[in-house]
């Protein structure tokens, strides 16, 4: 079993920057990749970006693309994102996963609001 508790979320102004932290205890050594999906109202759980425990390979969403970057302290166990020229449409529920094998979320945290305002 693995626990995540993140935080970092709130209020921000289109333009702004935010950054989320997620720090994993338990069973760390099974994890391969821990990240970042979103889900806003109305819409499906969408990938925001995921790392790689071991190598840092990064895969992100073609939204957030040189604008949002994420990034590991293995020493701590927790992985940021760090988010800049946030837009409205960035407004959503942010949850942070991590993943056995790479692509399949296996462990959630219970999610942090982020809303941007225009």
């Known amino acids: 079993q693995v626990q995540l508790v993140e935080s970092g979320g709130g209020l921000v102004q289109a333009g702004g920057s935010l950054r989320l932290s997620c720090a994993a205890s338990g069973s760390i050594f099974s994890i391969n990749a821990m990240g970042w999906y979103r889900q806003a109202p109305g819409k499906q759980r969408e990938l925001v970006a995921r790392?790689?425990?071991?190598?840092?390979?990064?895969n992100y969403a073609d939204s957030v693309k040189g604008r949002f970057t994420i990034s590991r302290d293995n020493a701590k166990n927790t992985v940021y994102l760090q988010m800049n020229s946030l837009k409205p449409e960035d407004t959503a529920v942010y949850y942070c996963?991590?993943?056995?094998?790479?692509?399949?979320?296996?462990?959630w945290g219970q999610g942090t609001q982020v809303t941007v305002s225009s």
């Open positions: 790392i790689s425990r071991s190598t840092g390979r990064t």
């Open positions: 996963h991590c993943e056995i094998t790479w692509g399949n979320p296996t462990y």
